[in-house]
């Protein structure tokens, strides 16, 4: 069985500065690994995404995440956050034999402050 | 094309009334999947289609809530007798692949805002 952990619900930073999100997984299977965003009062959107290849994956929006097997995570990050960036971020897996079904981490809901 | 539509966006409702938030998947996507979120416990999967077909309702809470997928374009959630404890934003999102590694990836809906007074 698959979980996702992101420690930290709110995260605060000042614009202009790292945007680090954390997630780490559990899994007997390769995962395939992904990080939404949900901007108030819609839906979500993918920002990236891990299926195999390249451990470092780039996004949109200047978002990139690092797939660290030996870790078991995924964290997302941006060099400097801006003000647009403020949302609720989720990291997600699926399980590699059942690629339709999805286990969402928490959430964490990033704040940047002028 | 338009994305995933949800209706309605906010739905308002009492205690013991019969409740249906529906969904239109994209155009070609062959899996549709409704989520729940709320505070306490994030985004919950409840039930996903494939090809209409339902795979997985373990999400399902309990006997009161039912989803059905008549044909490729629309899916309901229905949930009967409604409780204050179901309010939540319920998501539907569709996926064009089923198996289709490189191609995988969720499709959400604006959610449907559900306050059950």
């Known amino acids: 069985a698959q979980s996702v952990t992101q420690l930290g619900s709110h995260v605060s930073v000042s614009e202009g500065a790292l945007v680090l999100l954390r997630c780490n997984y559990s899994s007997s299977v390769p995962p395939y690994l992904f990080w939404y965003v949900q901007y108030p009062n819609q839906g979500l959107q993918l920002l990236l995404k891990y299926t195999t290849g390249a451990t470092l994956v780039k996004g949109i929006n200047g978002f990139e995440a690092e797939f660290k097997k030996s870790e078991t995570s995924f964290h997302l990050t941006k060099p400097s956050a801006h003000m647009s960036d403020a949302a609720e971020y989720f990291c997600?897996?699926?399980?590699?034999?059942?690629?339709?079904?999805?286990?969402f981490g928490s959430g964490t809901k990033l704040n940047v402050k002028p | 094309d338009a994305g995933v539509i949800q209706s309605p966006r906010h739905e308002v409702t009492e205690m013991g009334q019969e409740v249906t938030l529906r969904c239109k998947p994209i155009s070609g996507h062959n899996s549709l999947f409704w989520y729940r979120q709320t505070m306490m416990r994030g985004l919950e999967l409840l039930i996903y289609f494939n090809n209409n077909v339902p795979i997985d309702d373990s999400g399902m809470p309990e006997d009161r809530f039912s989803a059905k997928m008549p044909n490729a374009s629309f899916s309901t959630l229905k949930i009967q007798p409604s409780e204050p404890r179901d309010s939540a934003v319920y998501f539907c999102a569709s996926s064009p692949s089923q198996g289709a590694r490189d191609n995988e990836k969720l499709f959400f809906g604006s959610g449907t805002q559900l306050s059950v007074l």
């Open positions: 997600a897996v699926s399980e590699g034999d059942n690629f339709n079904k999805f286990y």
